[in-house]
């Protein structure tokens, strides 16, 4: 590590036992790195609906307390071990996921930044060369921090997985940051998308985002007959599901023969049903999707760059702002919402 940075302090989150209360803004000496390991100044997190889960203790995988939340960090690396070859200091990068995830098939031992790892909300992070991809060059680290989670999830949803083609529909649930994603993702694939919202000023932006149709899901809570008439009464090609519960049964209904539903969220209910006889004739493919690996993160990087698609985000708070961070992530936002570190 260089003098300049030997013996300085860095801030970071910590939160010591459930609850957004226990959030506490740490100071800590910076990480040692290792000879595979490069030093990160994260300058910006993305936060997820996750986040909240690990930070309340409701999260599967929950560190033990206390630990640092975050899982999508976008930064400079500012020193490397001796043994590094993918970075050099200066460059650009942002965070995998799944730290240990390549390509291929998910491996068990994959772990997750702010899950059994460390997170991110420290204003420096060690991590081990293979578990970061260089920068969007056409993004700001603010934008880029989007794409670890969301932007990859919707990535791999339709394109990795999904063989998205043009003229297809694609239905998303609520203007959240793997929702919008997909809109976007869509629009730029050249198919048209209906977006589902259960907000009057959401509608309008999601409109100006391209959106073909939006549907008011308190003014149709039978969402699925809408979503069908708008496609002509063909059905729509690709649904993510967002919420769970009963309104996978929703998305079979309005889902097209032979369409496909990636199984993505948990926003309503962490369990998902659906009847199963109507869904013999329906032929749907159901797709499961966990994020995606780190060759789709890179290919995803190349699409950015070259669609010029700029992401989401709702908003952006100060490192001392988490909190307060939280609370728009509870209260819905439209798009993504941002840390920034430094
Ligand atoms: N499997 C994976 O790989 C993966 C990856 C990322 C996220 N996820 C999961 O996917 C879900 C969405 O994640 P996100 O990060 O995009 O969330 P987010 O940004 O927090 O999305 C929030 C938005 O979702 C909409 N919403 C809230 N409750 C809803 C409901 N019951 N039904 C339909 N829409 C609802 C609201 O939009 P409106 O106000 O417009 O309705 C809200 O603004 C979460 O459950 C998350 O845990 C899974």
């Known amino acids: 590590m260089k003098m300049?940075?030997?013996?300085?302090?860095?801030?970071?989150?910590?939160?010591?036992?459930?609850?957004?209360?226990?959030?506490?803004?740490?100071?800590?000496?910076?990480?040692?790195?290792?000879?595979?390991?490069?030093?990160?100044?994260?300058?910006?997190?993305?936060?997820?609906?996750?986040?909240?889960?690990?930070?309340q203790g409701e999260d599967g995988a929950a560190m033990p307390f206390p630990c640092t939340p975050g899982s999508d960090l976008a930064g400079v690396v500012v020193a490397s071990g001796a043994r590094v070859t993918r970075f050099r200091e200066g460059d650009a990068v942002i965070g995998t996921f799944w730290a240990g995830w390549l390509d291929g098939e998910w491996p068990a031992t994959a772990r997750v930044l702010g899950g059994s790892l460390p997170g991110a909300l420290a204003q420096y992070l060690v991590l081990h060369e293979d578990w970061l991809v260089p920068a969007p060059s056409t993004l700001d680290a603010v934008q880029a921090s989007t794409l670890p989670c969301a932007g990859l999830?919707?990535?791999?949803?339709?394109?990795?997985?999904?063989?998205?083609?043009?003229?297809?529909?694609?239905?998303?649930?609520?203007?959240?940051?793997?929702?919008?994603f997909g809109l976007q993702l869509a629009r730029a694939h050249g198919a048209q998308v209906i977006v589902t919202t259960g907000s009057e000023?959401?509608?309008?932006?999601?409109?100006?985002?391209?959106?073909?149709?939006?549907?008011?899901?308190?003014?149709?809570?039978?969402?699925?007959?809408?979503?069908?008439?708008?496609?002509?009464?063909?059905?729509?090609?690709?649904?993510?599901?967002?919420a769970g519960g009963d309104n996978l049964a929703a998305s079979l209904r309005a889902l097209r023969q032979g369409?496909?539903?990636?199984?993505?969220?948990?926003?309503?209910?962490?369990?998902?049903?659906?009847p199963s006889v109507p869904s013999f004739l329906t032929r749907p493919v159901i797709q499961g999707i966990g994020v995606g690996h780190r060759r789709a993160l890179e290919e995803l990087v190349r699409a950015v760059d070259g669609l010029a698609l700029k992401p989401v985000v709702d908003a952006c708070y100060a490192a001392d702002q988490l909190p307060q961070a939280l609370e728009h992530l509870k209260r819905g936002a439209f798009g993504k919402i941002v840390v920034k570190m430094h």
């Open 4 to 55: 300049s940075l030997a013996n300085s302090t860095m801030k970071k989150w910590t939160v010591t036992s459930p609850g957004v209360e226990h959030l506490r803004l740490e100071s800590a000496p910076l990480p040692s790195f290792g000879e595979h390991e490069v030093l990160v100044r994260v300058e910006a997190v993305s936060l997820n609906y996750r986040d909240l889960g690990v930070i």
């Open 153 to 180: 999830t919707a990535w791999f949803a339709l394109v990795e997985k999904g063989g998205l083609r043009a003229g297809q529909t694609v239905l998303v649930q609520g203007t959240g940051g793997v929702a919008l």
């Open 201 to 242: 000023d959401k509608r309008r932006r999601a409109l100006a985002l391209g959106a073909s149709h939006v549907i008011d899901r308190n003014a149709h809570p039978q969402w699925d007959i809408e979503a069908r008439a708008l496609t002509g009464g063909r059905g729509v090609d690709h649904i993510f599901e967002l």
């Open 259 to 274: 369409g496909r539903i990636s199984l993505i969220g948990v926003l309503g209910e962490h369990s998902m049903t659906f």
